[in-house]
């Protein structure tokens, strides 16, 4: 798998988050009426999940054929610690279950002004 970098905002621990994906292929990742499903980790390989995003909860939402935008709630990330998430998705309506084909490496940071409300 090739790597590309492309800037994006990071995430601001206990601040809400959102990233609009584009992935570019023969066929739509995000035709109307797909569900989708991504999981946010700390590292690949780690067990413990710090968010999942989906269709049905609002994590994830369709754009166009080709795009996606992905919210994390500023509860969510509240409690996390500076430095790095990862989070890949798949397409979950078909059978079987297709890899979206990327992986998102995301900085985590702290805000200085915080504990406001």
Not at 76 to 91: F, I, P, Y
Not at 103 to 109: A, M, R
């Amino acid at each position: 798998m090739s790597t590309t970098t492309q800037p994006g905002r990071p995430i601001v621990a206990g601040f809400p988050w959102s990233l609009d994906v584009t992935v570019t292929r023969e066929t739509p990742f995000f035709p109307i009426g797909s569900t989708h499903t991504a999981h946010v980790r700390d590292t690949p390989t780690s067990g413990t999940i710090r968010a999942t995003l989906t269709t049905a909860n609002g994590g994830l939402t369709r754009v166009d054929d080709n795009t996606v935008r992905l919210l994390i709630p500023a509860e969510t990330s509240a409690t996390w610690k500076e430095g790095s998430v990862v989070l890949d998705m798949v397409r979950t309506d078909v059978t079987p279950d297709e890899y979206g084909g990327f992986v998102l490496t995301i900085p985590v940071v702290r805000s200085i002004t915080r504990g406001l409300t």
